[in-house]
């Protein structure tokens, strides 16, 4: 890694955040803050569905170093190594389309970065007038998106490791969550939300539960293992199918293999697969769980806190039947790209919906 590399790739971030950075923060107020705020969720989630259609047209080795692309910050660059590899192997993991969509995803997440760090530091600068909960929240966000960084190395470096490129999904969704988080923080008028009210079980436990079944959704597509259960409801013709969990769920393997270095059987996708399943019953009843609880509490509440509940509310469950229909899509027509990105943009748009509701309960419960 050069420091040319370095600088070439810095500009590119600063380049492609430096548009939306002017347009939503140059009054530098609270309300343009929380602009900012929900411009990055938006990013954030197109980020996410472009690192889904990155793995899924098998890209994630379409420039084989990090950060660069064999040591150029640009594939035009590196054409005469992407070709040659692309004639060894026309149908492998290096070809000039991989190598651009690759970059392209590197590029979005490094502009990202840029974006979140010139948050930081605007909320550092004006930390007296917006608080200064606000700026270390925003600089651990920061943080997260430089471990985010590292694992997206890692996925290159560890050859697509089914965990490492789970792991990476995850983070993404939890900065998603942060967001929405700060979102609430920078709004005006909010309540500040104090640590006492994280006790609070329920809307916890849900939170836990949801990014537990992103993560078996995420071991599912990592380890290629839509397609081994044919058919629904039943898996194969059975409903339950013969499985291998031990080697299903070794966490710490190479892609395709059993931790012994072995070809992966065919029971331990459906193990996955079939979990995945039972992980999607076992959501759809701790979210109706959920709103029931919440619509106890709108009952004694204010106004607007009815109408904001009952809003994320609905987009809760539409979201719930979209990824019903793109997750009973995966299989019954075979894993097409547009409803295996549907499903992917639909667990974060969950786990958006899913925190507006978290702070709402929150909010609630300090008012009373």
């Known amino acids: ?24 923060a140059y009054k530098g107020n609270l309300q343009n803050l929380h602009r900012f705020v929900w411009l990055l969720i938006f990013l954030t989630f197109d980020l996410i569905l472009f690192g889904a259609f990155t793995r899924l047209t098998d890209s994630g080795l379409g420039c ?19 070709q040659e590899a692309e004639q060894q192997m026309p149908f492998g993991p290096v070809t000039v389309t991989k190598a651009w969509i690759e970059m392209l995803h590197r590029y979005f997440a490094s502009g990202i970065g840029f974006l979140m760090l010139s948050f930081a530091v605007m909320t550092w600068f004006k930390r007296k007038e917006f608080g200064k909960c606000i700026f270390l929240y925003s600089l651990g966000l920061f943080f997260l998106v430089c471990l985010q960084g590292a694992f997206g190395a890692f996925t290159v470096t560890f050859k697509l490791q089914p965990l490492i490129v789970s792991i990476h999904l995850l983070l993404a969704l939890c900065f998603i969550m942060g967001l929405t988080v700060l ?15 994280f006790i609070k079980a329920i809307p916890m436990l849900v939170i ?3 990014f537990s079944q992103i993560l078996l ?72 769980c959920f709103l029931y609880y919440l619509a106890k509490i709108k009952q004694s509440g204010n106004l607007n806190f009815q109408i904001e509940a009952k809003y994320w509310g609905r987009f809760v469950l539409f979201v719930l039947f979209a990824q019903i ?13 547009i409803a295996a990105l549907i499903h992917t943009g639909g667990a974060a748009a969950l786990i958006i919906g899913l925190t507006k509701l978290l702070l709402l309960s929150f909010q609630k419960s300090l008012s009373e």
């Open 64 to 82: 084989p170093d990090w950060p660069g692309c064999y040591g150029h910050s640009n594939p035009l660059f590196a054409m005469e190594h992407i």
């Open 208 to 210: 836990f539960i949801v």
């Open 183 to 197: 979102s609430g923080l920078t709004k005006q008028n909010s309540q500040i939300l104090k640590p006492r009210s």
């Open 217 to 288: 959704g995420a071991w599912v597509s990592t380890n290629y293992a839509v397609l081994a259960c044919d058919g629904f409801p039943m898996c194969n013709e059975q409903w339950i199918p013969q499985m291998d969990f031990q080697n299903g769920f070794t966490w710490w393997r190479e892609l395709g293999k059993t931790s012994s270095g072995e070809y992966l059987p065919i029971e331990a996708l459906i193990a996955i697969h079939w979990t995945h399943r039972l992980g999607a019953m076992i959501i759809m009843l701790t979210i109706a």
């Open 1 to 24: 890694m050069t420091l040319t590399l370095i600088i070439q790739l810095v500009l590119i971030a600063i380049f492609i955040g430096a548009i939306p950075l002017l347009i939503t």
């Open 325 to 337: 229909l793109s997750g009973l899509s995966n299989v019954i027509f075979q894993w097409p790209m």
